[in-house]
């Protein structure tokens, strides 16, 4: 609620960011309504979802990760199992960054659907 659209990753190659609702983040304020959306995963297809911390990862010359990075990662990584998955972009924000420190989370969840 309220970061990133998250990615799936199709067995056939594709890269796309999964659509959204619109609406206020969640936990802002209390009682508030909610819009939901239900997607499914098609067999083979992973959802990679994370928090902007991951996007907005600075190194010195304060340049962001950026979401073209992360994409790039994805479509290099989409046959790779989900621990590759992370292990694999956590490992290329660390050496992208270069010891610079880190500002914000960077939480990141991949899931395969197998059927």
Same mark, same amino acid.
């Given at each position: 609620?309220?970061?990133?659209?998250? #990615?799936?990753?199709?067995? $056939? $190659?594709?890269? @796309?960011? =999964?659509?959204?609702?619109? %609406?206020?983040?969640? %936990?802002?304020?209390?009682?508030? +309504? #909610?819009?939901?959306?239900? +997607?499914? =995963? @098609?067999?083979?297809? /992973?959802?990679?979802?994370?928090?902007?911390?991951? /996007?907005?990862?600075?190194?010195?010359?304060? @340049? *962001?990760?950026?979401?073209?990075?992360?994409?790039?990662? *994805? /479509?290099? *990584?989409?046959?790779?199992?989900? /621990?590759?998955?992370?292990?694999?972009?956590?490992?290329?924000?660390?050496?992208?960054?270069?010891?610079?420190?880190?500002?914000?989370?960077?939480?990141?969840?991949?899931?395969?659907?197998? $059927?």
């Amino acid at each position: 609620g309220g970061h990133e659209p998250p #990615y799936v990753l199709s067995a $056939g $190659g594709e890269i @796309q960011p =999964l659509e959204l609702t619109d %609406g206020v983040m969640l %936990g802002v304020t209390e009682d508030l +309504n #909610y819009q939901s959306k239900k +997607n499914q =995963l @098609q067999k083979g297809e /992973t959802i990679f979802l994370y928090t902007d911390g991951v /996007t907005e990862a600075k190194n010195p010359d304060d @340049q *962001l990760f950026s979401d073209a990075r992360l994409q790039q990662m *994805l /479509t290099r *990584l989409q046959e790779k199992g989900t /621990t590759d998955i992370i292990q694999s972009i956590r490992s290329e924000i660390e050496i992208f960054s270069e010891g610079t420190p880190q500002y914000d989370d960077i939480t990141m969840l991949a899931l395969k659907f197998y $059927g």
